[in-house]
């Protein structure tokens, strides 16, 4: 057999035989054994190290997680109370503003029943005293202190009316900027009231809630471009628009009640004026009147007595015809006288000069009748 193999043994290639192990003493051999369980002991060591470490730091973690909750849950409820507070005051101010178109609607329906009042109570009766006086007749037509004053009410009416308009403008476009006010305090009571209601939702969230997820996305979960400083100011501007509005509505009023008080005195004064006036004018005409009235009596009589005088001419002229024509008989009879005895004597001149005496008289009758016919 041991034959065989070394026969075969030419057959194959040479192979190198390593060489035998060494040989290691008692001593190495412990300490080796020390070695390893110093290694072991090492190792040991550091697994208890890190382990407490890591309890350490799961505790440390546990820690500031819980520290983390509470101070979330405590900003949440901080930010809660923010919001609650800032709601609150922008429904009181929204109240306020509320109640201030209430009261600018209510003095735009007395700017209203004013102007309507001037336009269809005074100013028509006022143009229709004008129009009344435009029937007097004759030298009464004349442009007396009544018509000034008349006049000069219409421009106090028209001014009045002018003035009430461009109020009532105003007070408009107030009502118009205190409800563009309480839209913006409405978009802004919406949100906060979403933001209530999403943040009472994660103030009730614990992390053994149901529904809890985790974000796997790219998208950062923190969009808000907006700091809380920024924040609060938008609601205190909110906040402070109304004020500034509500103050604004406030003078606007006390401006209408000054005004319609103003109108009321002008017209009341106007009115006393026109008043005196058409008394003043009145006490005039009737005093004119009455003048007329005696002066009228004394003519009417004066004529009944002219009447009277022209009969009394007309007699006393008729009667004169009797002395004429004696006269001139007397004159005709001593024409007829004879001889020298025809002569200018006394009886002559004297029934010469009397006719012409009596024509004389006649005349001045007849003068005066005719200008009393006259």
């Known amino acids: 057999m041991n034959r065989r193999i070394h026969t075969r043994l030419k057959d194959y290639s040479l192979v190198a035989v390593p ?11 412990h300490l ?42 405590h900003k949440l409820d901080e930010k809660l109370k923010d919001i609650q507070f800032n ?22 329906e007395r ?31 004349c442009h007396d202190q009544v018509e000034v004053e008349l006049l000069k009410e219409i421009d106090v009416i028209e001014g009045a009316q002018k003035l009430l308009k461009r109020t009532l403008e105003q007070a408009n476009e107030q ?6 006010t309480i839209y913006f305090m409405d978009r802004d009571l919406e949100d906060k009231s979403n933001v209530l209601k999403i943040d009472e939702h994660n103030r009730g969230l614990k992390e053994t809630s149901l529904n809890l997820s985790i974000y796997h996305g790219f998208a950062p979960l923190d969009p808000a471009n907006v700091t809380a400083e920024e924040w609060q100011q938008f609601t205190t501007t909110n906040i402070e ?25 002008d017209l009341r004064d106007q009115w006393h004026a026109v008043n005196e006036a058409f008394r003043a004018r009145i006490e005039e005409v009737k005093e004119a009147k009455t003048k007329l009235e005696t002066q009228h009596f004394e003519i009417t009589r004066q004529a009944n007595e002219m009447t009277r005088n022209v009969t009394r001419l007309e007699k ?57 016919r006259t």
């Open 19 to 29: 060489p035998p192990p060494s040989r290691f003493t008692l001593q190495e051999w």
């Open 32 to 73: 080796n054994n020390l070695l390893r369980n110093r290694n072991c002991y090492d190792q040991q060591t550091l697994a208890d190290r890190v382990l407490a470490e890591s309890d350490r730091i799961r505790d440390q973690v546990a820690e500031i997680t819980l520290l983390n909750r509470r101070e979330a849950d």
């Open 87 to 108: 709601i609150d005051e922008i429904q009181k101010q929204r109240k306020e503003v509320c109640i201030e178109i209430d009261n600018l609607t209510t003095y735009s």
């Open 111 to 141: 700017i209203l029943d004013a102007m309507e009042s001037l336009k269809e109570q005074a100013l028509k009766i006022c143009k229709k005293c004008i129009i009344l006086r435009e029937g007097r007749i004759g030298i009464d037509l």
């Open 175 to 180: 009502i118009r900027r205190l409800r563009s």
């Open 241 to 265: 628009r109304a004020a500034k509005e509500i103050n604004s509505a406030r003078q606007l009023r006390c401006y209408v009640d000054t005004l319609l008080k103003q109108v009321i005195e």
């Open 316 to 372: 006393a002229i008729a009667e004169k015809e009797g002395f004429m024509a004696l006269a001139h008989t007397r004159l005709g009879n001593r024409a007829q006288r004879p001889g020298i005895e025809l002569c200018k004597d006394l009886v002559e001149t004297s029934l010469v000069n009397e006719p012409r005496r009596k024509r004389l008289c006649v005349i001045c009758l007849r003068r005066k009748y005719s200008w009393r």
